[in-house]
């Protein structure tokens, strides 16, 4: 019983942070734009991503073509007139990486729909050939992938607390900022304040008027 409870605590994780690094959308891509999904990843990371185009018309068989670049503008994939494929890459800078869909063909004039299925690190990894590889399988198998799992939410908490530092160390140094800048408009509206007044002295006294 124990070794089953660790089983279904393993697969209940294992399913939530699967679905949580894979994302399943349908893009409607209209006859004169282009549909672009962006998606915010880490450095050295697996990503795979199969998209493939919904036939609405029988007589009609719609292509596609689909660029992904990264933060940099690098372009990690590019395709021309395709109706199902597949891109896969393993990320070298982290930012937000861009796939961009449009219509191309004969059949620009229509309303195409595309299902794109876009898996990231852990949900991207080949447990099959894992498991050949290191020659194991049911419970073992299990807590491969829990393991796995634990450590990539470790690796996220850790950069989401250094983006935090970050954050907090910028919001310091605004707030210093702005109390300097206080400080300074402060201390110019009182030497403006004392000029006019030693001005307004002046000219009394030159009109005898004190």
């Known amino acids: 019983m124990a070794r089953g409870g660790a089983a279904a ?28 999904v962006s998606e915010e990843i880490q450095s050295n990371v697996v990503v795979i991503g199969d998209y493939s185009v919904l036939y609405e018309h029988h007589h009609a068989h719609p292509t596609v073509s689909v660029k992904v670049t990264s933060p940099f503008g690098d372009v990690v994939h590019k395709k021309e007139k395709v109706s199902m494929e597949q891109f896969s890459f393993t990320t070298a800078e982290a930012g937000n990486y861009l796939a961009c869909f449009w219509i191309d063909g004969e059949d620009r004039k229509l309303m195409v729909k595309l299902n794109l299925d876009w898996k990231i690190g ?8 894992v498991a050949k590889k290191e020659k194991i399988e049911g419970v073992e198998l299990e807590m491969l992938k829990l393991e796995t799992a634990v450590q990539s939410i470790h690796e996220n908490l850790l950069l989401l607390k250094s983006k935090e530092a970050n954050m907090r160390d910028v919001s310091e140094k605004t707030n210093a900022r702005i109390t300097w800048l206080s400080l300074l408009s402060l201390s110019v509206c009182v030497a403006v304040s004392v000029l006019q007044l030693w001005h307004l002295q002046q000219y009394f006294r030159k009109k005898k008027l004190i």
Do not use: N, Q, R, T
Request: aromatic share 14%; glycine share 6%.
């Open 9 to 36: 605590a393993a697969a209940a994780v294992l399913w939530w942070w699967m679905a949580a690094g894979a994302e399943a959308v349908w893009l409607e891509i209209a006859p004169s734009g282009s549909k672009c």
């Open 122 to 129: 852990i949900a991207a990894k080949d447990w099959d050939s």
